[in-house]
Nanobody, 127 residues
Framework: QVQLVESGGGLVQAGGSLRLSCAASGRTFSSYAMGWFRQAPGKEREFVSAISWSGATTNYADSVKGRFTISRDNAKNTVYLQMNSLKPEDTAVYYC????????????????????WGQGTQVTVSS
């Protein structure tokens, strides 16, 4: 079992920055990949970013490339999402998720590969 708790969401003006954190407990954090997804009102949940076990592989949705950075600290059992140059269209509930079956270099984008999910944190970007 893996428990995930997100934090760091909030209200920010367009062009601003936020850093989301996701603290994990349960299984050995360094043995599974982590991902961030988001869901805006009336829309389906979509992939944002993912990172492999060691952090050597990262993956980003085209909509956030160059603006968002995913990282992890295995000693702290935490994954981060640094979000810069935020846009109103980034407004959503952001979820972190654990992919416990990925190979050591995989950072998968399909939400169906992720077995464990956090409760989500709201990010609102005002124009």
């Amino acid at each position: 079992q893996v428990q995930l708790v997100e934090s760091g969401g909030g209200l920010v003006q367009a062009g601003g920055s936020l850093r989301l954190s996701c603290a994990a407990s349960g299984r050995t954090f360094s043995s599974y990949a982590m991902g961030w997804f988001r869901q805006a009102p009336g829309k389906e949940r979509e992939f944002v970013s993912a990172i492999s076990w060691s952090g050597a592989t990262t993956n980003y949705a085209d909509s956030v490339k160059g603006r968002f950075t995913i990282s992890r600290d295995n000693a702290k059992n935490t994954v981060y999402l640094q979000m810069n140059s935020l846009k109103p269209e980034d407004t959503a509930v952001y979820y972190c998720a654990a992919d416990t079956k990925a190979g050591p270099m995989r950072a998968r984008s399909s939400q169906y590969e992720y077995s464990y999910w956090g409760q989500g944190t709201q990010v609102t970007v005002s124009s």
